[in-house]
């Protein structure tokens, strides 16, 4: 069964510093890997997407990494705001021929709070 | 850009009620996909419409019914209500291509007394 293990499940840190979110995952055939952002009360929204050829992509303060070979993903968030407060879903989409549900796994999130 | 569209963002219903959960997307999107997010709980796909005039189960259909009005819209029902459907309901839709990400509402937060 394909799994999407995300650690760890909450986090505080005090704003202006830098914080590591993990993501590992068994799902197979890989597809590609995707961090989403759900503020409090809000849909998530999609930060970055990284494909198998792809081991780092930025997107302004967040950086996302991926080791295709040990299924491992991270999310780097630099210089913390307390804006950045929200949960964050790491999403893994199976490789599929088309049409259907998208072949989607999603983590449970770590919920990152930041701390004045 | 209103994007994704719930309606209505909060309900309360007795157990055995039934209702609609209306979604409306307006950024011309083929799929579209109702999930339902619990704590603790990754979020889980119910039904999705992979374009206009279908519709197939996900992973926890059981209770639901949809409907893909149109292209625009797709609502989510539970024709009698159970505790267990108590839930945060969120809406997506996305292009055709695979890469794309899905575009999410805001969500109907719904309790089953």
């Known amino acids: 069964k394909n799994q999407v293990e995300q650690s760890p499940q909450s986090l505080i840190i005090l704003e202006g510093k830098n914080c590591t979110l993990q993501c590992n995952y068994t799902v197979s055939p890989f597809s590609n890997l995707r961090w989403y952002k759900q503020d409090t009360g809000r849909g998530p929204v999609s930060l970055t997407i990284m494909t198998f050829s792809e081991n780092t992509k930025s997107n302004g303060r967040y950086t996302a990494t991926l080791d295709a070979d040990t299924k491992q993903s991270s999310l780097h968030i630099t210089a913390s705001q307390l804006s950045d407060s929200a949960s964050y879903i790491c999403?893994?989409?199976?490789?599929?021929?088309?049409?259907?549900?998208?072949?989607?796994?999603f983590g449970k999130g770590t919920h990152l709070i930041i701390q004045p | 850009n209103a994007g994704v569209t719930q309606t209505p963002k909060f309900q309360v219903l007795k157990t055995g009620q039934s209702m609609t959960l209306q979604c409306a997307q307006d950024?011309?999107?083929?799929?579209m996909y109702w999930y339902r997010q619990d704590p603790g709980m990754g979020l889980r796909l119910i039904y999705y419409?992979?374009?206009?005039?279908?519709?197939d189960k996900g992973e926890v259909p059981n209770g639901y019914n949809v409907s893909r009005l149109n292209k625009r819209e797709f609502s989510l029902r539970l024709e009698s209500a159970a505790p267990s459907q108590t839930s945060v309901y969120f809406c997506a839709s996305k292009t055709g291509f695979s890469n794309q990400p899905q575009h999410f509402g805001d969500g109907t937060r719904l309790s089953i007394l």
């Open positions: 419409s992979a374009s206009e005039g279908t519709t």
């Open positions: 950024m011309n999107h083929n799929s």
């Open positions: 999403v893994v989409s199976e490789w599929y021929s088309g049409g259907g549900a998208d072949g989607l796994t």
